[in-house]
């Protein structure tokens, strides 16, 4: 694969894309995405699984740095130092709106998961 591609894995299947947007496996180079050196290890990210590579922080159960990350909302002061958050977050990061266009039906899945803990939340 060329330095300028990225992996992105949808719940259906494995594209590749040449884009400059890595994914968050790509970045953190943590061989979780599918067919990764750790899956075998360690799993398959649920961010892979989920088609979520540019927005893991929203996704609890992720497994940063070798650790389970928890909830959302135990990740958080890991996630807001991270890179891939400092470059994919919709209001804070410095390539959101390259991001938003180029993967909408991941942006799709970002707003519904926000939709839905918002729901929660008010219950």
């Known amino acids: 694969m060329r ?34 050196a750790k899956v075998t ?4 990210c649920i961010a892979a699984i989920e088609g979520l590579g540019h927005s893991c922080w929203a996704i609890a159960g992720t497994l940063c740095g070798g650790v389970v990350q928890g909830s959302v909302a135990q ?8 890179e891939v958050y400092k470059l994919y977050h919709r209001t804070l990061g410095s390539k959101a709106k ?12 970002y707003d519904a998961m926000l939709l839905e803990r918002m729901r929660k939340n008010r219950s």
């Open 3 to 36: 330095a300028d591609e990225s992996t992105y894995c949808k719940p259906k299947g494995r594209i590749t894309m040449t884009k400059l947007l890595k994914n968050c496996w790509d970045i953190k180079q943590c061989g979780r995405e599918s067919g990764g």
């Open 41 to 44: 290890e360690l799993g398959e």
């Open 75 to 82: 990740k958080e002061r890991n996630c807001v130092a991270c």
């Open 98 to 109: 390259e991001f938003v266009a180029q993967f909408p039906e991941e942006e799709q899945k």
